[in-house]
C-alpha cells in the first residue's frame, strides 16, 4: 500500500516552454499532497502544499505564478513549470499524506528530472 | 525555526556490521515527529521509520531502529546487519504545522551518504 507516482520520470525541454509534471496516490485519498526540489548533492527542499480543491501554499521564496499547482483531486496533484529556464533544472519530488484514516507518514513519488536546454 | 542535523556526510561500513546515522534536531513545540528516509541512486524517497515525540518506546521496523534521546534532541537511526543494498543517502526529517489546516510539512536534514563495503 501507500504507492505515489509520478510521470514523467525524466523530461528535456527547450527554455521558454512549460512543462507539467503529474503525482497521484494509487492506493490511498490524499487530502494533502507536497511538492519539493531537489539539486544535486542537496537534500529535499518544500515548494508548496496544497490540499484538495484549494490554492496552493507555496513557501517562501518560491514564485506562484513560475510553479502552478492544481490538486485537482483526492489523488492526482499536478505541478507545471511555466516558461521554464536552465536554472530551473532539478529533480522535483511529490509526497502524499494519507488523509482517510489519517496518516503522520508522507510517501513519496519517484521523482521527475528536468532538464531545461 | 526548527532544523534538523545531520553531522556525517558519508560513512563506509562493511556488510553485516551495524552502523548508525546520526540526526539532531531542534524544536520548540512539545509535539513534534522525526522520519527517516532512505534515498537510492534512482532518486525515490523510501520511508523507513517514524518516532512520535509522546512515543514512550523507541521505533523498530525490521532491520532498522530508532535511538531517541529526547532530552539530547537526537534520533539516530541504527541499521542492524547491514547489507550491500543499503548503500543510499539516507535523510532525517521533522514534520512542522503549516498554516494549511491539517498538513504537516517536513523539514530535511542534509543527508548522510552510507556506503556497505562488501
Known amino acids: 500500500g501507500a504507492v505515489v507516482s509520478q510521470h514523467p520520470s525524466r523530461v528535456i525541454c527547450k527554455s521558454g516552454t512549460s512543462v507539467k509534471i503529474e503525482c497521484r496516490s494509487l492506493d490511498f485519498q490524499a487530502t494533502t499532497m507536497f511538492w519539493y526540489r531537489q539539486f544535486p548533492k542537496q537534500s529535499l527542499m518544500l515548494m508548496a502544499t496544497s490540499n484538495e480543491g484549494s490554492k496552493a501554499t507555496y513557501e517562501q521564496g518560491v514564485e506562484k505564478d513560475k510553479f502552478l499547482i492544481n490538486h485537482a483531486s483526492l489523488t492526482l496533484s499536478t505541478l507545471t513549470v511555466t516558461s521554464a529556464h536552465p536554472e530551473d533544472s532539478s529533480f522535483y519530488i511529490c509526497s502524499a499524506q494519507p488523509g482517510q484514516p489519517f496518516s503522520e507518514t508522507q510517501y513519496f513519488g519517484p521523482g521527475t528530472r528536468l532538464l531545461v536546454l | 525555526a526548527q532544523k534538523i542535523t545531520q553531522t556525517q556526510p558519508g560513512m563506509f561500513v562493511q556488510e553485516k556490521e551495524a552502523v548508525t546515522l546520526d540526526c539532531t534536531y531542534d524544536?520548540?513545540?512539545?509535539?513534534?515527529?522525526l522520519f527517516w528516509y532512505k534515498q537510492p541512486s534512482s532518486g525515490e524517497m523510501i520511508f523507513l521509520i517514524y518516532q512520535g515525540s509522546y512515543d514512550q518506546q523507541n521505533a523498530t521496523e525490521g532491520r532498522y531502529s530508532l535511538n531517541f534521546q529526547k532530552a539530547r534532541k537526537s534520533a539516530n537511526l541504527v541499521i542492524s546487519a547491514s547489507q550491500l543494498g543499503d548503500s543510499a543517502m539516507y535523510f532525517c526529517?521533522?514534520?512542522?504545522?503549516?498554516?494549511?489546516?491539517?498538513?504537516?510539512?517536513?523539514?530535511f536534514g542534509q543527508g548522510t551518504r552510507l556506503t556497505i563495503n562488501p
Open positions: 526529517a521533522m514534520r512542522e504545522a503549516t498554516s494549511v489546516q491539517g498538513a504537516q510539512k517536513l523539514v
Open positions: 524544536t520548540s513545540d512539545p509535539s513534534y515527529g
